[in-house]
């Protein structure tokens, strides 16, 4: 029953990212670009996909750190770059005093 709902987290969380493109975009001034964006989203995971496909049976142990490595790399990104992409939302400071 954990697995169905991990996956069913995850596809939802997917999903909520190509809802709310246009939205996270505005911040950052590209919000006239988000066809760019979709489409760039979209050709990398299909790259993705192929050459997942491709090395999954001979290289499981290398791709799974691989991607554990990229997902905390574009967490630490979008977690360092939280209180310039969206200003007055707070952002570090705003939580390290709402935590005292």
Do not use: K, Q, W
């Not at 069913?8 to 809802?19: D, K, P, S």
């Not at 574009?74 to 939280?82: D, H, K």
């Amino acid at each position: 029953m954990a697995a169905v709902l991990a996956v069913t987290a995850t596809f939802v969380a997917h999903n909520v990212l190509y809802t709310y493109v246009a939205a996270l975009l505005a911040p950052l001034g590209l919000d006239g670009r988000t066809d760019t964006v979709l489409l760039v989203i979209g050709v990398s995971s299909l790259v993705s996909i192929l050459g997942t496909g491709a090395l999954i049976d001979r290289c499981l142990r290398p791709l799974t750190v691989a991607a554990s490595v990229v997902l905390a790399a574009a967490l630490a990104v979008t977690l360092g770059g939280r209180r310039h992409a969206f200003p007055g939302r707070g952002g570090t400071r705003s939580c390290e005093r709402s935590c005292r």
